[in-house]
């Protein structure tokens, strides 16, 4: 059985806590999970540390649909190609069987979101041992909340994120790490925070937000 590096995860969060606002223990998201929970918050942590991310996009194509974008030319802009990074952090071995965007029964969202939970647990699991307390204390990200019963399905949240969040206002499978009170809370890697931040600004209604505020 192969055991996974720890030092490889930490390599990608060599910061001092001096540095970044964003890295335990000072951040309080901790706080708004459920003791049950945090297996799940420190597998999320280490599965998106283990992922290639990219913050921005230079395609051609996406530039030049921005540009038509902000000229207004709506008839001409292909949406399709401003969610560039749409694929991110939506593993295929971990996605979902059902759009939870799309208004579920609550038996059924919890059931989803567990699948999520339990298949990304078996696959940690296979790698070795996990260190829980030293994931957590050297995350560097933050923690977001989705309202799935409120999102409003106009792609602004999708578009202004260029795909972190889709249609739906949904944020990628792989950041989900807990269910409960109608609200899915998420872990959102440092690196793509500034992207989920677009996305809320551009979001017209309150089922996005971070769990520290």
């Known amino acids: ?45 280490l599965w998106c540390s283990r992922q290639d991310l990219r913050t921005s996009c ?5 530039l030049r649909n921005k540009g038509l974008l902000g000229l207004r030319k709506f008839k001409e802009v292909n949406f399709a190609s401003l969610c560039p990074l749409s694929a991110e952090l939506r593993s295929r071995v971990l996605q979902p069987a059902l759009d939870i965007g799309e208004y579920p029964s609550k038996d059924q969202l919890e059931h989803t ?5 339990v298949v990304r647990s078996q696959l940690v699991a296979a790698d070795g041992p996990l260190d829980q307390d030293s994931i957590l204390s050297e995350r560097r990200g933050r923690l977001l909340h989705y309202w799935p019963a409120e999102n409003v399905s106009d792609g602004a949240s999708e578009v202004g994120s260029l795909g972190f969040f889709n249609g739906n206002d949904i944020p ?6 807990h269910y409960a009170e109608r609200k899915l809370t ?12 677009d996305g809320i600004d551009g979001n017209p209604v309150d089922c996005i937000h971070w769990a520290d505020q």
Do not use: N
Request: with cysteine; proline share 11%; aromatic share 14%.
């Open 186 to 197: 998420c872990w959102v890697p440092e690196e793509l925070i500034g992207l989920a931040q």
């Open 172 to 177: 990628p499978w792989d950041t989900w790490i």
């Open 113 to 117: 979101v567990a699948q999520v939970i």
């Open 1 to 45: 059985m192969r055991r996974w590096s720890f030092s490889k995860f930490r390599s990608k969060l060599s910061l001092s806590r001096s540095d970044s606002p964003f890295l335990a223990p000072s951040f309080q998201e901790k706080d708004s999970l459920p003791p049950e929970a945090m297996r799940p918050f420190a597998e999320t942590v």
């Open 58 to 62: 230079e395609d051609p194509e996406y």
